[in-house]
């Protein structure tokens, strides 16, 4: 196959970015040789603006991209967003009810280009550091209750699932929750998912009749990858991931997104 009305869009953590959060030189080149050959290339993450900038400005992205999670459709190049889904006003209450539950947790809230932090933990702060965000902390109560795109749970691996679990019952009408990394559990609007973003994106692009391919590692990728033309794992996704996925290829430290392109040049 040649790479002319074929689209990629990548998941970056854990799947395109190794664990040192680089990109590989031979799949920077090989993803520079499929635009050289027509093929459109993405992301898809559940990083905001800030925290996705700097990566997709190194990948030189020359069309928009999903972001929160499938969440906004962002033109980084014209700095605009394109199309967004935001949170029902009384999502607030979810989050009131898990910080009254689990006071330890670390809650996150992005709204456009913002960031704010309305319950820290250590996990926060981690994040924050890693991602080189400075973010506004407040209490939930100041926060603008419009525009919520995504709210992130921070909180150590070991004992998340008593978040999840408590979301299924008592924080689950009217929104969609997605577990994105072993610490991430993400609250988004309901019927958003990577998935549902990458359809959007093709609409607004006028590219629905496009060959896709959709890789990823976690949860928060199932739906992307699951509907995809061509869904791909990487050796080191869930196992959800890679049951949804029509091929597997090595793991975020080996270059899969050659893989990948090396994979499509051959069907």
């Not at 019927?191 to 629905?208: C, D, M, Q």
Request: overall charge negative; some cysteine; proline content about 4%.
């Amino acid at each position: 196959m040649n790479f002319e009305k074929v689209v990629i869009m990548t998941d970056l953590d854990g799947t395109l970015l190794d664990d040192k959060k680089q990109i590989s030189e031979k799949d920077m080149a090989a993803i520079d040789e499929f635009r050289k050959g027509g093929g459109i290339f993405t992301v898809a993450t559940g990083r905001g603006v800030a925290m996705a900038r700097s990566i997709v400005e190194k990948l030189k992205v020359d069309i928009p991209c999903v972001i929160f999670n499938g969440a906004a459709v962002y033109d980084f190049n014209e700095k605009r967003f394109l199309w967004h889904s935001s949170m029902p006003d009384f999502a607030v209450g979810y989050i009131k009810t898990l910080m009254k539950q689990f006071p330890d947790i670390g809650i996150e809230v992005l709204r456009g280009e913002e960031v704010f932090v309305v319950n820290n933990n250590k996990t926060v702060d981690e994040h924050m550091a890693i991602e080189n965000v400075v973010p506004v902390y407040m209490d939930i109560d100041d926060v603008p209750k419009d525009g919520w795109l995504k709210v992130l749970i921070a909180y150590p691996p070991e004992k998340i699932d008593r978040i999840i679990e408590f979301t299924k019952t008592n924080c689950n009408i009217g929104v969609n929750w997605v577990h994105s990394s072993p610490m991430y559990y993400e609250m988004l609007p309901e019927g958003i998912s990577k998935g549902a973003g990458y359809k959007k994106l093709l609409e607004i692009l006028g590219k629905t009749d496009y060959f896709t391919v959709a890789s990823g590692d976690f949860g928060n990728d199932y739906e992307m990858v699951r509907t995809a033309d061509l869904g791909v794992a990487v050796a080191n996704a869930q196992q959800a991931v890679k049951d949804a996925a029509k091929l597997i290829v090595g793991d975020n430290n080996s270059s899969p997104m050659a893989q990948i392109i090396e994979h499509i040049r051959g069907l």
